[in-house]
């Protein structure tokens, strides 16, 4: 479990190809090294990684063909600023919302203004449903509360202390990006879409198969 609170930057040192999916190497700050130990789960731009090996300047992790199909990180270029997140122990403060590092879908940027404010994003259609105004969303990690959305789209505020401090800095208009729905949304939308089913299954316990 993770908060969605980005406070540590990494780099994409490598990426090679492993039987049913990669390994990549990311050099890392000292904070994350020492989160870093065999087995330890931490958020890369979003996606819950496990890691697999640590030295004193980078730590190493196993992509699944899964995880380099749903996420972005089987196409980013090797140099790439990435979003590092190690996951929440008892007791740290919840300053984002809780993210479980399960990425739902890919986005792309849409518009980003040039001071910043009001950012828009595209979205597939199934994630639609799991996204409301002042409800929270995970872009490549980012914990950030919506603004706007349509049926395939959505808009965020973001300050420029967060553009500073993350890679959204460089982000341009056609990137892609990772996105995690608030777990809430998740839940009612799958609720909602089993509801019909519920009705079918209760007629049919009460009244059997009818005619007609």
Do not use: Q
């Not at 697999?52 to 980013?76: I, M």
């Not at 007791?91 to 001071?115: F, K, N, T, Y």
């Not at 995970?138 to 959305?149: K, P, Q």
């Amino acid at each position: 479990m993770f908060t969605g609170l980005i406070r540590h930057l990494g780099t994409l040192e490598f990426r090679s190809p492993r039987d049913g999916g990669a390994r990549l190497r990311i050099a890392a700050p000292k904070a994350v090294l020492d989160r870093a130990e065999l087995g330890a789960s931490i958020a890369v731009n979003g996606a819950c990684l496990t890691s697999v090996l640590c030295d004193e300047r980078a730590w190493e992790t196993e992509l699944s063909e899964e995880t380099l199909e749903k996420t972005t990180l089987g196409r980013l270029v090797i140099g790439a600023t990435l979003h590092l997140e190690p996951s929440l122990r008892v007791g740290d403060p919840l300053d984002g919302h809780l993210v479980s590092g399960h990425v739902d879908g890919l986005g792309s940027l849409l518009e980003r203004p040039a001071d910043e404010g009001i950012w828009r994003f595209s979205m597939p259609a199934f994630f639609a449903p799991m996204t409301a105004p002042k409800g929270s969303v995970a872009v490549d990690g980012i914990s950030l509360t919506v603004v706007d959305c349509g049926r395939d789209w959505f808009s965020v505020a973001i300050i420029p202390e967060t553009v500073k401090r993350t890679a959204l800095v460089s982000m341009k208009p056609g990137d892609a990006v990772n996105l995690e729905a608030d777990p809430i949304g998740r839940y009612v939308a799958r609720a909602l879409e089993m509801r019909d089913v519920d009705d079918k299954l209760s007629r049919f316990a009460e009244r059997g198969f009818e005619e007609g």
